[in-house]
């Protein structure tokens, strides 16, 4: 009996567990701080088992390895390094959702060394995105041709019909991640040219994106695009951009939002407040009695009647509800309302957009445009479309391990064929399928 121990329990791991769950000849041990969470998406299955587990103890965490067959990390990515030594400690296989940091490249030659894979990014965004790129940038080097351009961009939103607040978002994924994210900088490639952006400006720098049948999206560049002209292997394009999708409006708002200060992750010096206006006063230098709106506006150089403060009243971030008491700073402070407001309900659907557009050029002057897209929804009541496409691709990976069918040795992504393929073709018997148009320009 083959034993996969899941670190973690959030929103995105019930699909993974209930996955491996029904694979044959599997033991399931999802190890998670709330112990309730891990009982509820194993439901009694007679594979799975529920262990109470703080990722601090490391103790607890190394005993969970030495057992397993697989390692599957879902933690918060600052804990990936120090399960994949562990990992590499017992020679235990691991896969992670989340982006290869440094550190954790750094393993390569030890993975190698111990005959692990440590294979990472085996989630939606990264992870489909790769695999689903890469078919197509394969496909045009099969046939002779070359990449000049490569754009590819994904959004977690809420449906069409979900959407009834004025941010045009809700909550899929950690929430608190979304709001770290918004103070990325970024990079990438725009006519040969690269084009850096520091994090206080990302909201500056979107584009207007029509997805064919889908809708307009607001599209900002998301992190660091430039290595992916290397990791795709696009050595002839001029252009290399990876994007995040947003309902209008979102971009214009979080860049106020940003400007105030409201996404400070450390407690603000000299504040003694009680309230959220409170905050927001102190946060952009107002006085008690002020006109908190105005000011604001004033603070902003933005009329008091504009959208963008629309939003931010709706949100709560001018009102005399109390601060909780269990948190220190303002970002984890607007997390609380971000939850409160922008949640998904019951019957709501979430939605993932993902778009790559290609150039592509072929002997003989020939030049073709492609696209593909990816539009999933979620399931009203049941799991949202981020955790499925988040946990497959990783089930999926953590299934071909077990089964021998990748026998690969390293630290990965998955941008090979014989990783890449079999996920793909799997998901796509699942319902997760791409559509591609191809047209000669």
Same mark, same amino acid.
Request: hydrophobic share 40%; with cysteine.
């Given at each position: @009996?083959?034993?996969?121990?899941?670190? $973690?329990?959030?929103?995105?791991?019930? *699909?993974?567990?209930?996955?491996?769950?029904?694979? *044959?000849?599997?033991?399931?041990?999802? #190890?998670?701080?709330?112990?309730?969470? &891990? /009982?509820?998406?194993?439901?009694?299955?007679?594979?799975?088992?529920?262990?109470?587990?703080?990722?601090?103890?490391?103790?607890?965490? /190394?005993?969970?390895?030495? &057992?397993?067959?697989?390692?599957?990390?879902?933690?918060?990515?600052? %804990? +990936?390094?120090?399960?994949?030594?562990?990992?590499?400690? +017992?020679?235990?296989?691991?896969?992670?959702?989340? %982006?290869?940091?440094?550190? @954790?490249? #750094?393993?390569?030659?030890?993975?190698?060394?111990?005959?692990?894979?440590? =294979?990472?990014?085996?989630? =939606?965004?990264?992870?489909?995105?790769?695999?689903?790129?890469?078919?197509?940038?394969?496909?045009?080097?099969?046939?002779?041709?070359?990449?000049?351009?490569?754009?590819?961009?994904?959004?977690?939103?809420?449906?069409?019909?979900?959407?009834?607040?004025?941010?045009?978002?809700?909550?899929?994924?950690?929430?608190?991640?979304?709001?770290?994210?918004?103070?990325?900088?970024?990079?990438?490639?725009?006519?040969?040219?690269?084009?850096?952006?520091? $994090? /206080?400006?990302?909201?500056?720098?979107?584009?207007?994106?029509?997805?064919? $049948?889908?809708?307009?999206?607001?599209?900002?560049?998301?992190?660091?695009?430039?290595?992916?002209?290397?990791?795709?292997? =696009?050595?002839?394009?001029?252009?290399?951009?990876?994007?995040?999708?947003?309902?209008?409006?979102?971009?214009?708002?979080?860049?106020?939002?940003?400007?105030?200060?409201?996404?400070?992750?450390?407690?603000?010096?000299?504040?003694?407040?009680?309230?959220?206006?409170?905050?927001?006063? +102190?946060?952009?230098? &107002?006085?008690?009695?002020?006109?908190?709106?105005?000011?604001?506006?004033?603070? =902003?150089?933005?009329?008091?009647?504009?959208?963008? @403060?629309?939003?931010?009243?709706?949100?709560?971030?001018?009102?005399?509800?109390?601060?909780?008491?269990?948190?220190?700073?303002?970002?984890?402070?607007?997390?609380?309302?971000?939850?409160?407001?922008?949640?998904?309900?019951?019957?709501?659907?979430?939605?993932?957009?993902?778009? +790559?557009?290609?150039?592509?050029?072929? *002997?003989?002057?020939?030049?073709?445009?492609?696209?593909?897209?990816?539009?999933?929804?979620?399931?009203?009541?049941?799991?949202?479309?981020?955790?499925?496409?988040?946990?497959?691709?990783?089930?999926?990976?953590?299934?071909?391990?077990?089964? $021998?069918?990748?026998?690969?040795?390293?630290?990965?992504?998955?941008?090979? *064929?014989?990783?890449?393929?079999?996920?793909?073709?799997?998901?796509? /018997?699942?319902?997760?399928?791409?559509?591609?148009?191809?047209?000669?320009?």
């Amino acid at each position: @009996m083959a034993q996969v121990v899941i670190f $973690g329990a959030g929103m995105v791991a019930r *699909p993974l567990v209930r996955y491996l769950l029904d694979q *044959p000849d599997t033991t399931v041990v999802v #190890a998670t701080r709330t112990v309730s969470k &891990a /009982e509820k998406m194993i439901d009694g299955h007679p594979q799975g088992v529920a262990k109470t587990l703080d990722v601090k103890d490391m103790a607890g965490v /190394e005993k969970e390895v030495k &057992a397993a067959d697989v390692v599957v990390s879902l933690l918060p990515y600052a %804990y +990936h390094v120090a399960v994949a030594e562990l990992c590499l400690k +017992h020679k235990k296989q691991m896969v992670t959702t989340s %982006y290869v940091s440094d550190e @954790m490249s #750094a393993l390569d030659d030890r993975a190698k060394e111990t005959g692990i894979i440590i =294979l990472n990014e085996c989630g =939606l965004d990264p992870g489909i995105d790769h695999m689903s790129a890469m078919r197509i940038i394969h496909d045009v080097t099969d046939r002779g041709g070359k990449v000049t351009s490569f754009r590819s961009s994904t959004g977690a939103l809420p449906s069409h019909e979900a959407n009834n607040n004025p941010f045009g978002y809700k909550f899929s994924w950690s929430p608190r991640g979304v709001l770290l994210a918004s103070r990325n900088s970024a990079k990438w490639l725009e006519d040969s040219k690269e084009v850096d952006i520091p $994090g /206080e400006e990302l909201f500056e720098n979107y584009y207007i994106l029509d997805v064919p $049948g889908t809708g307009a999206f607001e599209n900002y560049p998301n992190r660091n695009s430039v290595p992916y002209k290397e990791i795709y292997g =696009l050595k002839d394009a001029a252009t290399v951009y990876r994007g995040t999708l947003r309902m209008t409006g979102w971009c214009e708002t979080m860049r106020n939002i940003v400007a105030t200060g409201w996404l400070q992750d450390e407690p603000v010096k000299g504040f003694s407040g009680k309230t959220f206006a409170d905050m927001t006063r +102190h946060l952009i230098g &107002a006085k008690v009695g002020d006109d908190i709106i105005g000011a604001t506006a004033e603070f =902003l150089g933005i009329k008091p009647y504009a959208a963008i @403060m629309k939003r931010i009243e709706w949100l709560g971030l001018f009102s005399d509800k109390a601060l909780p008491s269990d948190k220190d700073n303002p970002l984890d402070y607007m997390n609380v309302l971000t939850l409160e407001k922008m949640s998904m309900e019951p019957g709501d659907r979430d939605m993932v957009v993902m778009h +790559h557009e290609f150039l592509a050029e072929f *002997p003989g002057g020939e030049k073709e445009s492609l696209t593909s897209t990816l539009v999933d929804y979620g399931i009203p009541d049941g799991d949202t479309s981020v955790a499925r496409t988040v946990a497959l691709p990783a089930a999926i990976a953590v299934k071909m391990i077990l089964n $021998g069918k990748i026998n690969l040795t390293g630290v990965y992504v998955p941008v090979i *064929p014989e990783i890449y393929n079999p996920i793909l073709d799997e998901l796509e /018997e699942l319902g997760i399928k791409f559509v591609e148009r191809k047209e000669r320009v």
